[in-house]
């Protein structure tokens, strides 16, 4: 199930972000670190925190925050 939720987030990452003109404001990326997540906590851990993170990517947040 892990390799599937990477493969999802590659697409999103290659197909629908770069249509929406805006940058992630933290380092790594919302997906990357979704992605990382995913690898180092498995399917279920790792999309809640970047369900997370994603909550956090709004002006007046940022910065570097690796899962």
Known sequence: ????????????????SPKTG???????????YTKLAVKKYGF????????GRIKRCRPGNGG????
């Open 22 to 32: 805006i940058e992630c404001l933290f380092v790594p990326s919302c997906s990357e």
């Open 44 to 51: 279920f851990k790792g999309v809640f925190m970047g369900l």
């Open 1 to 16: 199930m892990s390799n599937a939720g990477i493969k999802i987030i590659q697409w999103y990452k290659n197909k629908i």
């Open 64 to 67: 570097v925050d690796y899962p």
